[in-house]
């Protein structure tokens, strides 16, 4: 049920954290864009006083801003955004923001950053993705509560009409998805953080996600989470009074889902809450 909903989200994540080196350039651009990669502060320093352009890009659309993240340098990411470099340039494969990437990961120092210098929080990937369906389908709490303080608005969409609860609910684990450099970053506020779906589901449920929201295939996030068997979040979307007989495009409902799938103990407390064979 949820594969076309993944396919919103997975083609975005860490897009940022996996570039292409620059090829040799002798304008200051390109030496910025190295140096910035490097992690030579110093250079930064001495290329923007001398003009270089804080927002040239390299032959892959890639920025210093974007590199200095990419390669774990805070400070040169601060000293770039000082300098009033473009903090919501996107990656021209995906559309997919530092933000984005940042959420993703959960790295909350990195977005309370990124927030502070205006980062547009609400933009959107190629496939409609916003920071935080990125970071609610990691299962990120402590950035989901960022973003919502920072005005993310709770049910957008990506382009297959899945809201961050729905992807909150299908709790994939996205290890498997990312890039193993990422895992051994120089900086602790680019480390990757725990991930925890649930709670990601009870902030959005507090921030007045639209429930019975569903995608373009009639899906809701109680199905999905039905679906894969996750009675944690079964239990906290009925809790949360969500239609315990809503059905998809196809007439199925949650019920069915669980019973196809032999979650019966997901099935049993679905009984319990009124789901009608």
Not at 20 to 26: E, Q
Request: glycine share 8%; hydrophobic share 45%.
């Amino acid at each position: 049920m949820h594969k076309i909903i993944v396919a919103a989200i997975g083609a975005g994540l860490m897009t940022i954290l996996t570039l292409f080196c620059p090829s040799a350039h002798g304008d200051q651009s390109y030496v910025l864009i190295n140096a910035a990669r490097d992690g030579d502060l110093k250079k930064v320093q001495e290329l923007l006083d001398d003009g270089a352009d804080v927002d040239a890009e390299n032959e892959n659309g890639i920025t210093a801003l974007m590199e200095a993240y990419g390669s774990g340098h805070i400070e040169i990411m601060e000293l770039l955004l000082e300098w009033e470099a473009d903090v919501d340039a996107k990656d021209l494969r995906t559309g997919t923001t530092i933000l984005m990437s940042a959420s993703t990961l959960g790295q909350a120092e990195v977005v309370k950053l990124l927030l502070m210098w205006e980062a547009d929080v609400n933009a959107k990937g190629n496939r409609g993705e916003t920071a935080l369906a990125q970071c609610s389908y990691a299962g990120r709490p402590q950035v989901v509560r960022l973003l919502l303080e920072g005005k993310a608005e709770v049910n957008a969409r990506t382009n297959n009409g899945a809201t961050p609860l729905m992807l909150a609910s299908l709790k994939v684990d996205i290890t498997a998805h990312t890039d193993p450099k990422t895992q051994n970053k120089p900086k602790q506020q680019l480390m990757p953080s725990q991930s925890d779906h649930l709670a990601v589901v009870k902030l959005l449920l507090e921030a007045k996600a639209d429930i019975d929201a569903k995608a373009n295939n009639g899906a809701t996030a109680l199905m999905m989470a039905a679906s894969e068997g996750h009675i944690d979040i079964v239990k906290s979307l009925l809790e949360a009074k969500a239609d315990v007989n809503a059905k998809n495009k196809d007439g199925g409902t949650a019920l069915l889902a669980a019973s196809r799938k032999g979650h019966n103990n997901v099935v049993k407390l679905l009984k319990t809450h009124g789901a009608e064979e």
